[in-house]
């Protein structure tokens, strides 16, 4: 089946410090989106990216779709204790599969203080 | 903000036994899915639903597997004869539908439903 890796794994930052994490696959994708999972919890929506190239931003988080569509990555700027989770990456094919979606196999965010 | 809500949270079974998790999407919501995620790993689609029948679902969703949307509201998951591999964080998901690229087609998920089979 379709596979996203994401990396890094797991990252351990200092608070104020950015971040970044990318996803990749093999195969070409229309929509992109990023996903905060916090534990206990859903995964919730935090950017949709919709066109290649396409460079968005939800506060101090900013989300780029690759310009091949086979890549997104993801930045935090200046990271605060509330942003530890789980960040996964998600995608919908391009033809058929409705809206299923891919998730990748996430990156585990822990910020210490 | 209206929410996906899931019951129970936490749902402990014997193996064998029958297991029904309970959503209740978004109510102006179309399309509705469930997801499972094993402890430690990524969400894995299970099932997508529209019209009152299954639109799609992946190979993890054998004959053990069933949903219903039984009146207006409520979108069920249901697992004949549960396993231990069947533990999992179960995850309901909706959304408007309509085509395009919106905020309409993206899925608004539930905070899930802790199954462990004992």
């Known amino acids: 089946g379709q596979q996203l890796n994401q990396s890094p794994q797991s990252m351990f930052i200092q608070e104020g410090e950015d971040v970044s994490m990318n996803c990749t696959s093999s195969s070409i994708f229309n929509t992109w989106l990023w996903y905060k999972q916090e534990p206990g919890e859903g995964p919730v929506l935090l950017i949709a990216?919709?066109?290649?190239?396409e460079l968005t931003s939800n506060g101090r988080l900013t989300a780029q779709f690759g310009i091949t569509r086979k890549d997104s990555f993801l930045n935090i700027s200046a990271s605060i204790p509330s942003d530890v989770g789980i960040y996964f990456c998600?995608?919908?094919?391009?033809?058929?599969?409705?809206?299923?979606?891919?998730f990748g196999t996430g990156t585990q965010l822990k910020v210490e203080l | 903000e209206p929410e996906v809500t899931q019951t129970p949270s936490h749902q402990v079974t014997q193996m064998g036994q029958e297991v029904i998790l309970r959503c209740v999407p978004i109510s102006n919501h179309l399309y509705f899915y469930w997801y499972r995620q094993i402890l430690g790993q990524k969400v894995e689609f299970l099932v997508s639903?529209?019209?009152?029948?299954?639109?799609?679902k992946s190979e993890i969703f054998d004959d053990q597997f069933s949903v219903e949307r039984p009146d207006g509201s409520n979108f069920t998951l249901k697992i004949r004869s549960t396993k231990l591999e069947d533990s999992a964080m179960y995850f309901c998901a909706s959304r408007v539908g309509g085509g395009g690229r919106s905020g309409a087609n993206v899925l608004t998920f539930g905070a899930g439903s802790r199954l462990t089979v004992l």
């Open positions: 639903f529209y019209n009152n029948e299954i639109s799609e």
């Open positions: 998600a995608v919908k094919g391009l033809t058929g599969g409705g809206n299923k979606l891919t």
């Open positions: 990216l919709y066109k290649a190239g």
